[in-house]
């Protein structure tokens, strides 16, 4: 038996009919264990190699270094497969994030002519990606200096009461308060009175609420607000800040196209009157330049009268007291 076992022949073939006491009997109890437990490392061996990483292996005693190497290498093949998982993870959360950022660009490049219809597309895009149930756009607005507020200009399933409360101060509620500290808002616990998703099946408070500045140039544009039932998932928070850097710069770039267009039009305008106001000015210095001509032209027929009748006539001129001048 010890022979065939140091050729690798592990398995065990009772040689006495009975059960031995002195020490050929010992020695051949001790040879049944030792089989067993290497038969038991071998199928052990057997699961890990096809890929059954939580198989159970017992170790013949605390001196058993082959079990505890069998033990140590499930391990470090679980550790290894765990960290595969999670690079594969990461990787397909970085594919995810990459591939809807790209989606993003084009949208916002397809609908970068309005603010309005871009926020909506983004919202409606964003909603979809991060399976949230609301999302909104507010866009600040400070054409009165006197009257600065953020307005909700696009959005996607807000009730009609929401709507109508559309204008929030610079630092009131939390879109405020967002704008104010230019930092993201994460809530899990939302104010019961903050909003309310109406469905068919009656109306509900959703589980998470998450607030975005849309900062460019150091200046908040606006606030990007979603609301879900669930709790966001890091990687999808990462993917909404990575977002609003690519609105904020476009609300900025059509804030710019839009003043531009402004002050084109009005140049337009201004260049309209000055070109009217100088065909004015030329059709009445021509007109004046035609008075002078008839005037001149009266002054000549006079001054030949004049000559004429000094030809022909004395004449006397005196002042109004009567002294001769000529």
């Given amino acids: 038996l010890i022979k065939k076992l140091a050729l690798g022949n592990i398995h065990f073939e009772r040689i006495t009919d009975d059960d031995r006491s002195d020490e050929i009997g010992e020695m051949e109890r001790s040879l049944e264990t030792l089989s067993n437990g290497l038969t038991e490392a071998l199928n052990f061996a057997n699961e890990i190699g096809s890929g059954n990483l939580n198989a159970e292996f017992t170790k013949l005693s605390e001196q058993d270094k082959l079990g505890q190497t069998l033990i140590d290498m499930r391990e470090s093949l679980r550790n290894a497969a765990n960290e595969l998982a999670k690079k594969q993870e990461e990787d397909n959360l970085q594919r995810w994030s990459t591939e ?36 909104a756009m507010y866009i600040l607005k400070d054409n009165d200096p006197g009257d600065i507020y953020y307005e909700l200009t696009s959005a996607v399933a807000y009730d009609r009461k929401k709507l109508l409360n559309s204008k929030i101060k610079p630092e009131e509620g939390l879109v405020g308060r967002c704008a104010f500290e230019k930092l993201t808002i994460y809530l899990t616990d939302i104010p019961e009175d903050y909003i309310t998703v109406s469905s068919g099946l009656g109306d509900a408070n959703p589980t998470s609420l998450i607030l975005l500045p849309l900062v460019a140039n150091d200046k908040v544009l606006g606030v990007l607000e979603v609301v879900s039932f669930n709790r966001f998932k890091p990687h999808e928070i990462a993917f909404l800040e990575k977002s609003i850097e690519t609105i904020a710069s476009t609300i900025n ?47 000549n027929d006079m001054r030949s009268l004049i000559d004429a009748i000094n030809m022909v006539s004395m004449i006397a001129l005196y002042e109004m007291d009567g002294t001769l001048i000529d």
């Fill in 253 to 299: 770039s059509i804030k710019v196209n839009q003043r531009t267009s402004v002050l084109l039009r009005q140049s337009q305008e201004q260049a309209e009157i000055l070109s009217q106001q100088e065909e004015e000015m030329r059709q009445n210095i021509e007109e004046m330049h035609s008075t002078q001509e008839e005037s001149q032209k009266r002054e």
């Fill in 100 to 135: 809807n950022n790209g989606k993003l660009t084009d949208i916002i490049r397809q609908s970068s002519d309005s603010v309005k219809k871009m926020g909506y597309e983004v919202i409606r895009f964003i909603t979809d990606q991060v399976s949230a149930c609301m999302g």
